[in-house]
């Protein structure tokens, strides 16, 4: 893992001459962080933390240490407090490096409420001869802020987003979510002398910030152009978040600071939100689903709802169906999930903790199960929306191969995955 560092240049994000004094309001502060301004941070850092309070927080946000993360490799970054010229340059990220990992739990531990906690690799090891699963706890390290002042710093994260004017990381702002982040720019080290010619720039954050689930680092070593990470990283960071949000039915909110009335109306027009099914009789489940015209399959032979896909509150597509699982996994028969979205097929088998092998793209057109050393897997055929329709494996217009294609084969319909941030 190589170190890098938030802001080593000693320029910011996009400097700006604003000055906040020391005894000022949180306003400004405010400001300061939006606009990712130098002087801000100098006078947040040295001036009101002091030099004792503000080491203090490094060592206690892991910056001086190993996470001890389970893989190997693991390296530390360098920091140099010698003086106090050091610690006024190290508020903005001069005169250090710290590592992705390190830079990721710091982040974590401001949406976690405060607490530092270990990164893990894995959540669970399940044994497929025997069945045995073996979770893996996590591990507060310590508590680095009160939930109260990781709140306040979330929200102020918020704003660096949300902000479409003065935020710095407005490029990463998702429509319907929450997310918190900030921006990098640093120039690379060689040979102990920092190169100006040679940057990295990067954008880190959660989302969403009332209910965290995920945080990311995006780092752009040596880009082509000499722009911030809020104009390069941000952008990856937004499509990464988004599609992992939806993929996990995450909901989004109903209301946001800017634009309330439009998204209430969006989402009464164009979608239904999944009602809590949770803990409800199958009976009653079945009369409320049916007086309200949705489409649902029940799971099981028990009398109670158990789990439901959409989670409750998830915006629901036209159509899309709710399944109710009412037993325990290993008795519920495999539902049928042709027609079905790859994604909604996994979110299922996922909940009965069944193995899953796809074959294809698309939507489910056949499924098989077989069972293995007591172990269930459900094998899935996946084609195209028109293969679904017409009952053919080739869609009508490439049915015939271009003229002028001697070799017969053009290289279409591999893809090959970019994230450019356009």
Known sequence: MLPTSPDPSGQGEEPTGISIDPV????????????????AFVKLGFEMLGKERFTNYIRDFGFTQKTDIDLPGEILGSLNMTYDS??????????????????????????NGGKLMKPLMVKQIEDPNTGEVQKIEPEVIRQV???????????????????????????????GYRVAGKTGTAIKSNGGYADRSKQIVSFIGYAPVNDPKIAVLVIIDEPNEEIGGGKLAAPIFKEIVSKTLNYWGVPKSNVTQQSSKSNKAAISENARISPDLSGMKVSEVKTKLLDEGATFETLGSGSTVKQQYPPAGAAMSAGQRIY???????????????????????????????????????????????????????????????????????????????????????????????ADGE
């Open 145 to 175: 802020i009160s939930p109260e002042a990781a709140k306040e710093t979330g929200i102020y994260l918020e704003q660096v987003v949300a902000d479409q004017v003065d935020g710095t990381g407005r490029y990463a702002y998702i429509d």
């Open 86 to 111: 050091d610690i006024s340059t190290m508020t903005y990220g001069y005169a250090v490096s710290v590592t992705p990992i390190q830079q990721i739990a710091a982040i974590s531990a401001v949406a």
């Open 324 to 418: 109710l699982l009412t037993e325990d996994n290993a008795s519920m028969q495999i539902p049928h999930l042709q027609g079905e979205s790859l994604r909604d097929a996994m979110e299922v088998l996922t909940l009965m903790k069944v193995k899953v092998n796809v074959q294809g793209e698309g939507y489910v057109a056949e499924q098989l199960e077989t069972t293995e050393n007591g172990q269930r897997t459900v094998h899935l055929t996946l084609k195209s929306a028109e293969e679904l329709l017409t009952g053919s494996d080739t869609p009508e217009d490439e049915a015939e191969p271009p003229a002028d294609n001697e070799a017969g084969a053009t290289g279409e319909g591999e893809t090959e995955g970019k």
């Open 24 to 39: 000022g309001g949180r306003s400004l502060i405010l400001e300061g962080v939006k606009r990712s301004s130098n002087v």
